[in-house]
T-cell receptor, first 111, second 115 residues
């Protein structure tokens, strides 16, 4: 079993739709959580950190449930430019700052 | 300094050949990481350096792989006797040892194709 699991998708949604991605992680020692965005053939880029209290950045909302070891990302009012792969990422702060990535969820926003 | 630089961007090699990739991190970053990403998967950690010391190696890093960071600045990743399964994107990242995640920056990667 992978340490970070995501539904690979693709999620095909129309512009303006709301879409949610989920992620589960198995290492209870994980202490920091993030969503990264990766465009085709590009490097991953940090989208947002995920805090226990939940946090929002514009159209993006991230939630963390430590008890269930579950992370979510909600995108409201989807834009064509949101089409990308979204990577769920965890970090064990005691493990040298390396990141453990999920396999990614592919989003395609259609006109 | 515009970010993490990786060279070459693309490399096509025949099976059995050796290849070497280079990563130039952001100059003030003392940590440097190598990841490997295959098609349809997320990046997988290979190894990391704190200055010139290699502090962690993944079990993915077989004996054919070696990484160095001789002066605590740029790093090289060498793959000996390449196999088709080595075909992947090799990503380098660098960071400070504090203030994560805002300083954690990936390079554009080196795409290796073994034919």
């Amino acid at each position: 079993r992978k340490e970070v699991e995501q539904d690979p998708g693709p999620f095909n949604v129309p512009e303006g739709a709301t879409v949610a991605f989920n992620c589960t992680y198995s290492n209870s020692a994980s202490q920091s959580f993030f969503w990264y965005r990766q465009d085709c053939r590009k490097e991953p880029k940090l989208l947002m950190s995920v805090y226990s209290s939940g946090n929002e950045d514009g159209r993006f909302t991230a939630q963390l449930n430590r008890a269930s070891q579950y992370i979510s990302l909600l995108i409201r009012d989807s834009k064509l430019s949101d089409s990308a792969t979204y990577l769920c990422v965890v970090r064990n702060n005691n493990a040298g700052n390396m990141l453990t990535f999920g396999g990614g969820t592919r989003l395609m926003v259609k006109p | 300094d515009t970010g993490v630089s990786q060279n070459p961007r693309h490399k096509i090699t025949k099976r059995g050949q050796n290849v070497t990739f280079r990563c130039d991190p952001i100059s003030e970053h003392n940590r440097l990481y190598w990841y490997r990403q295959t098609l349809g998967q997320g990046p997988e950690f290979l190894t990391y350096f704190q200055n010139e010391a290699q502090l962690e190696k993944s079990r993915l890093l077989s004996d054919r792989f070696s990484a160095e960071r001789p002066k605590g600045s740029f790093s090289t990743l060498e793959i000996q006797r390449t196999e088709q399964g080595d075909s992947a994107m090799y990503l380098c990242a660098s960071s400070l040892d504090r203030g994560y995640p805002y300083g954690y920056t990936f390079g554009s990667g080196t795409r290796l194709t073994v034919v």
